[in-house]
């Protein structure tokens, strides 16, 4: 049996890429539909130019900030690496199930010679900080007076990554593991955090403002942005983005971030028309989905021309 599978398992990643281009074109197409009927200035097409550029540097922090984390857990990865690796594994979130570009990051640790439990944790607590992240924005720029419960999700995700609660439940799973596996082995190195992660912490904050930077950005596309929709821009796209990133089984949150943002934001006293809403949130879709294509195109095209993905 083993044989077989590991005979499939060239093909299996052909499986997986044609899989994850047909999702990728089928949500192009949907998008498209509303895109083209739209009739955008050449102001327009500036700040829609601007939005794709300002999404990309977002995706190439967040890889940065992921060897943060990294780093934070003892691994000297390199920054170039992690990018790279953040990039073309990415993409793959817009396959069904919302978990294959984690599983990527993790074997592709793993690959680099990171233990297999230090690179499964290093993917689990950059969401995590991710969230932490949105939530902060989104309190901070909200003008509901709902945030308690938003609030107290956040103290308790901040708790959570705290290496006196952390650290603990890792250590018992690692000493049991260890017990069952193999009684003689030598210990392996303690998986924790030595300190509370608060510079990956503030660097998912850079994430998250300049994606929603990117949200606004989008939305002028369509129409000026005055300067008081700003912090209820940023607050609904904070809420949409997280319920995007938290619900399972949601490709890339595709379907969940446009709805909640379209609820927050025809809810709440934006000043923008219900068409200029939905089209933005559309437009906004096509332009992450480009410049999270885009950030994988470069990659390869970046091993092509080296001839290398090996960390450096």
Known sequence: M????????????WVILGGMILFLLAALRDQ????????I???????GAIALGVTLMAHIWSGWVWSWILHDLNQPVTAAWSIATYLKTNIAKYLPGNVWHFYGRVWA??????????STLSVVLEPLLMAAAALAIALLSSPQPNWILPLLSLILILGIVHPRVLNPPLLYLQRTKGRLTNRDASPAAPLGLNHYPLKPFLGELGFVILRGIGFVLTVQVLMPVQGYQVPLLFSAFGFAWLLGLVV?????????????????????????????IISAVAIYRLVSIL??????????????????????
């Open 109 to 118: 640790t793993h690959n680099a010679g990171v233990p297999l439990g230090i």
């Open 248 to 276: 399972p089984g949601a490709p890339g949150g595709l379907g969940v971030f446009e709805v909640t943002a379209i609820a927050i934001l025809r809810q709440g006293d934006s000043g923008l028309p219900p068409a200029v």
């Open 41 to 47: 200035t050449g102001a327009g097409w500036a700040s």
């Open 291 to 312: 410049a999270e294509a885009g950030g994988a195109g470069l990659v390869w095209l970046d091993e092509q021309r080296t001839g290398s993905d090996r960390p450096s």
């Open 32 to 39: 498209w539909r509303e895109v083209v009927a739209l009739r």
């Open 2 to 13: 083993i044989p077989r599978l590991k005979a499939l398992k060239p093909y299996l990643r």
